[in-house]
């Protein structure tokens, strides 16, 4: 069978206020037909643009791209017809049932009436949305709301899949449902995926990989061509827990180090040649171990850019006014007679990076916004940097800062402008202002894009702009929500970085996340389920709770499944 989709010296440029930005510098490439293929990068990679040039939503400037044997800037109908693409932000209409959304988008593909049934039977079958045909789309949970959308993208069954980052801000039960409907459509129905993630993970399953960066292909071919090569140059080095961040940051800067990062009580650190770290200097109880490579080191060893990153200078040391950052004793929402949060009980101790963790749906987004202080608690006690949240909560938000999931940025506003609009809102005045704002420039490394409107930032550069403007008042406590969604393994290296320095400084840190290793980052965190308390203690403590004997080392997303799995069981 001929390649489904094949690209050749494909070009296409935009432009971005006074900026021609480069998404595709002349690649070439071709994807296998039958199975499931990767496409990674970091932000404004090109990945996006070039699944839009494949189902002819885009021309480009140069070059061709072939599509099921269609040229697909030439033929674009005809491409349309054949394949299924679901964007990033797929086009669910909420204010009609799954059902109408399905019956929309039968009749949008022009499937006939009398192939309906048997095909709605498979795909709500497949996604296990039966049960809820008469559900409004927009009460389903985010995981639902994604199956949603691919049944909507496979109404008629296509070749070649599309597939725009499905998974991201999805719970990692959803992410292996997602897949798994997957790999039925390339088994069962000979479907084709192209599948850009940014879970490395998930590369990690497919049968090929193309790696983009900078509008152009530096890689492709089967996942283990990547972390093979790393053979004899990673190594876990253990030192006391208690002193893992300094160590990490330590390894970090080492003649020979590409990269090293929290792995559990350890540091996984890459090498740029085959022999371990230099520890000579770190003390008796620090350990060096070899380990087997893996897809996510073959990544960064190729993309890391090697210039240092000093992160935050300028932090002043937070000297916190009790060791309590955060008491939670009997926290509960109801919404009518909904009970979104039952009951909670936990403590964040200040200086502590603290995860809240928990499928889509179980609460944590409610639990988050009432810990801001954004949402009125029904019942419970609730205490934020010693003050009473239910009875004073203007005066603890002055202590806090808030880095929204979707970055509350103003887009027709340049980044220097939505800085000082935030400063001022949190009450800095005069030389004040300039003075943080020069600060949040250089640390965040945003200078040269001080008078670019922030709506035409890259994700990465938006999320230090976010960052930054949530750190101008020099908060106590730092609540994030989702702060690396969407957002390629090297930003999210970066944005650690800053995270572990403030750590350092004694910030206090409470984070949600969907990825499960940076669940490994933090001291400690709980894990929700249906709006109680499922799990509380260190990522340690919580994945001996799912060890067996077949699975005697798991992972943190083994162990957050296993425990989401158990309770629904129960």
Request: hydrophobic share 45%.
């Amino acid at each position: 069978m001929s390649t489904p989709l094949a690209a050749s010296d494909l070009r296409k440029t935009f432009r971005s206020g006074k900026r021609t930005v480069t998404a595709l510098d002349g690649i070439s490439l071709a994807i296998a037909a039958g199975g499931v293929t990767g496409l990674i990068g970091p932000d404004g990679a090109g990945k996006t643009t070039l699944m839009r040039l494949a189902a002819g939503l885009l021309v480009p400037d140069a070059g061709s791209i072939v599509c099921l044997g269609h040229d697909a800037t030439r033929e674009s109908l005809a491409v349309q017809a054949k394949v299924g693409y679901m964007p990033q932000r797929f086009g669910l209409y909420e204010d009609l049932s799954v059902q109408e959304n399905l019956d929309l988008y039968a009749d949008l593909q022009g499937l006939p009436p009398a192939e309906r049934p048997d095909r709605y039977a498979r795909l709500t079958e497949m996604t296990g949305l039966g049960p809820f045909a008469d559900r409004l789309a927009g009460q389903l949970s985010g995981g639902m709301k994604q199956k949603l959308g691919l049944a909507c993208t496979l109404v008629r069954p296509p070749r070649l899949l599309l597939l725009d980052e499905p998974t991201v801000g999805v719970d990692p039960v959803s992410r292996r449902e997602l897949w798994d409907i997957v790999y039925t459509l390339v088994r069962d129905e000979d479907m084709t995926v192209l599948l850009s993630t940014a879970y490395l993970d998930e590369a990690e399953r497919c049968a090929d990989v193309i790696l983009l960066h900078q509008g152009r292909v530096v890689g492709q071919g089967p996942p283990a061509s990547f972390s093979d090569p790393l053979a004899g140059r990673t190594f876990l080095v253990t030192g006391p827990v208690a002193e893992r961040r300094r160590l990490q940051a330590s390894l970090a800067k080492r003649p020979g180090v590409l990269d090293a990062v929290l792995q559990g009580d350890a540091v996984r650190v890459v090498t740029d040649a085959a022999h371990p770290p230099d520890c000579d200097d770190l003390g008796d109880s620090v350990t060096c171990e070899p380990v087997s490579p893996r897809f996510e080191d073959g990544f960064i060893a190729r993309l890391k850019d090697k210039q240092d990153h000093a992160p935050l200078p300028g932090v002043a040391d937070v000297v916190a006014a009790e060791d309590e950052a955060i008491g939670v004793d009997g926290l509960t929402k109801r919404f009518g007679d909904f009970t979104a949060v039952d009951n909670l009980r936990f403590t964040v101790r200040s200086g502590e990076v603290f995860g809240l963790l928990g499928a889509n749906g179980a609460g944590k987004t409610t639990t988050f916004r009432m810990l801001c202080g954004l949402l009125p608690a029904t019942a419970g006690r609730l205490r934020v940097a010693g003050v009473d949240l239910r009875r004073a909560a203007a005066k603890a938000r002055g202590r806090i800062g808030y880095m929204s999931q979707k970055f509350s940025l103003y887009g027709n506003l340049s980044v220097r402008q939505n800085l000082d609009f935030f400063a001022r809102a949190y009450g800095l005045r005069g030389q004040g202002v300039r003075e943080r704002l020069d600060w949040a420039l250089s640390a965040f490394e945003l200078t040269d894009l001080a008078d670019a409107e922030s709506g035409t930032l890259p994700l990465g550069y938006r999320q230090r702009l976010a960052m930054a403007a949530a750190l101008l008042h020099e908060p106590e406590i730092l609540f994030l929500d989702e702060p690396t969604s969407g957002v390629d393994p090297l930003a999210r290296r970066e944005f650690w970085a800053r995270i572990n320095a403030l750590a350092e400084h004694g910030v206090t840190v409470l984070v949600t996340t969907h990825f499960m290793e940076e669940a490994e980052y933090c001291d400690r965190l709980v894990i929700m389920a249906a709006g109680a308390l499922l799990a509380v203690g260190t990522p340690a403590e919580i994945k001996a709770r799912a060890a067996r004997d077949d699975r005697p080392a798991p992972t943190m997303e083994d162990a957050f499944i296993a425990l989401i799995q158990q309770e629904g069981a129960a």
